[in-house]
């Protein structure tokens, strides 16, 4: 009755769908944009709805990076050991300014942008971005979730525009 292609797409359909609403995220917090972080768990935003409500804090059971905050070349080993002990796949999801680009930090302690130490699937810019746009990005990462296990092929991991545009 249904050809071999019509179960498989229907059931990499049903597995995008769950997995994008199955988001395990390990919050590596570092500054102050972690208020604005822990305000969109809280009952107004409740980013639970979007199924990414508890946050798991060993590598090896979450599958989102969320880097929130500056991060220094000292600390820049951990986070990369981090992002090593998670399994596939695995997503990263850069959280405020400062981590997207350094922010107004220019020197040598800081890096400039995760982009130089991992791929990032997602930037939530802003200093802090306020938590309307954390859930925009959330958005955007379930998307890029769901399109990987309908299409088979992970999309790839966003850039920085080399110049902004004022």
Known sequence: MFDDTFMTSRLNAALGWARKFSIFQYPFVTACCGMEYMATAC????VDRFGAGLPRFSPRQADVLFVVGTISHKMAPVLVRIH?????PKWVVAFGVCTCTGGFYDNYATVMGIDTIMPVDVYIPGCPPRPEMVLDGLMK???????QHTTGKRAAPETRPDTFEV
């Open 43 to 46: 009952s107004h935003y409740d």
């Open 84 to 88: 090593e002990q998670m399994a596939e």
């Open 141 to 147: 990462l379930q998307d890029k979730i769901q399109d």
